[in-house]
């Protein structure tokens, strides 16, 4: 036992030389049993290839001599059904093709989306045109009235300036015809004249 361990190295390298051997062998092993089933296959294809040959020689030499060709002993190969796909309408390959038919898949959910993007803008837009026409229509109403106010105050000004003009015109001229004693004599008489009779003052 202290042997052992005291040449542990040489133990393992041991060790490791009978594992490779051991791997050796069996792949050998393996190998030569490929090469018998290689072997064995290859002797049955070469028999059917020699079958096949003679097959076809007989039945030329009996063409040639005229006579029907005898029923062969070898079975007849075997014909798979092939499944009988739809056509598209369109022509083309009947096989299915799921890459194009994601593709296809994908882009029509694209086109979904923009459509719908595109309707929320116009819906967007739409709204935002109606608020800016009814402000413009409520701008247009403010500035008629205001206009309407500014005629007003323009009319009103006008008249209490003719109104006061007038007043002070009146004043002058009243107070020009008292002023000489002349023009109040004949105010007197006027008076006298166009006003009411004295029997009925």
């Known amino acids: 036992m202290d042997w052992i361990l005291e040449h542990l190295k040489v133990v393992i390298a041991i060790?490791?030389?009978i594992a490779y051997w051991l791997n050796s062998q069996r792949k050998a092993?393996?190998?030569?049993?490929?090469?018998?089933?290689?072997?064995?296959?290859?002797?049955?294809?070469?028999?059917?290839?020699?079958?096949?040959?003679?097959?076809?020689r007989r039945k030329?030499?009996?063409?040639?001599?005229g006579q029907p060709a005898a029923p062969s002993s070898m079975p007849p190969?075997?014909?798979?059904?092939?499944?009988?796909?739809?056509m598209p309408p369109f022509g083309g390959s009947p096989e299915p093709q799921p890459a194009m038919r994601r593709a296809t898949e994908l882009w029509q959910e694209r086109e979904a989306v923009r459509k719908e993007a595109a309707a929320e803008t116009n819906a967007h837009t739409a709204?935002?045109?109606?608020?800016?026409?009814?402000?413009a229509e409520e701008l247009r109403a403010l500035e008629a009235a205001r206009i309407t106010a500014r005629k007003r105050a323009a009319e009103l000004a006008?008249?209490?300036?003719?109104?006061?003009?007038?007043?002070?015109?009146s004043a002058q001229t009243l107070a020009g015809d008292l002023r000489d004693?002349?023009?109040?004599?004949?105010?007197?008489?006027?008076?006298?004249?166009?006003?009411?009779?004295?029997?009925?003052?």
């Open 15 to 17: 060790a490791a030389a």
């Open 158 to 169: 006008a008249t209490q300036t003719a109104a006061v003009a007038r007043e002070q015109a």
């Open 29 to 56: 092993g393996a190998d030569e049993r490929d090469d018998e089933d290689s072997g064995a296959a290859g002797t049955d294809a070469n028999e059917r290839t020699r079958q096949l040959q003679e097959e076809i």
């Open 77 to 86: 190969p075997v014909v798979r059904p092939r499944a009988n796909l739809p």
């Open 181 to 201: 004693a002349r023009d109040l004599r004949r105010a007197v008489i006027w008076r006298e004249v166009l006003g009411p009779p004295v029997g009925l003052r």
């Open 60 to 65: 030329i030499e009996e063409r040639r001599r």
């Open 127 to 135: 709204a935002v045109l109606e608020r800016q026409e009814r402000l």
